[in-house]
């Protein structure tokens, strides 16, 4: 079955701090992730549930049904997200392994 399987892991991290809510910022993500990927029921690091650590979110993609992710697709709508959440030092890295063998690496500084 796991090679019929393609994965796709979408992670923001916030590396600056300085006059922004780290708290706020992931969980306003961690709420725009689970509207626009909904349809392929993210699994997703809840901020708030490691208190050292609320300034990442990691978000897991999964398609059991042989289809394939398609880069330009997962990339437009991880790199739109709102304005309010795209400060300084946020970086997204996008992985996607694809059942096909297509492999695709992205990493975006906001």
């Given at each position: 079955m796991a090679n019929k399987m393609s994965l796709c892991i979408i992670k923001y991290t916030y590396t600056r701090y300085v006059g922004v809510d780290i708290e706020k910022?992931?969980?306003?993500?961690f709420e725009y992730v689970k509207e626009e990927?909904?349809?392929?029921?993210?699994?997703?690091?809840?901020?708030?549930?490691?208190?050292?650590?609320p300034d990442y979110l990691d978000i897991l993609l999964c398609k059991?049904?042989?289809?394939?992710f398609y880069e330009m697709n997962i990339q437009r709508r991880a790199i739109n997200i709102p304005l309010d959440?795209?400060?300084e030092g946020l970086v997204l890295e996008i992985n996607i392994?694809?059942?096909d063998g297509t492999k695709y690496k992205k990493t975006h500084q906001f």
């Open positions: 910022c992931t969980r306003g993500l990927f909904g349809e392929f029921q993210p699994q997703m690091s809840e901020p708030g549930t490691i208190p050292d650590m059991k049904d042989g289809s394939i959440f795209q400060m392994t694809n059942c």
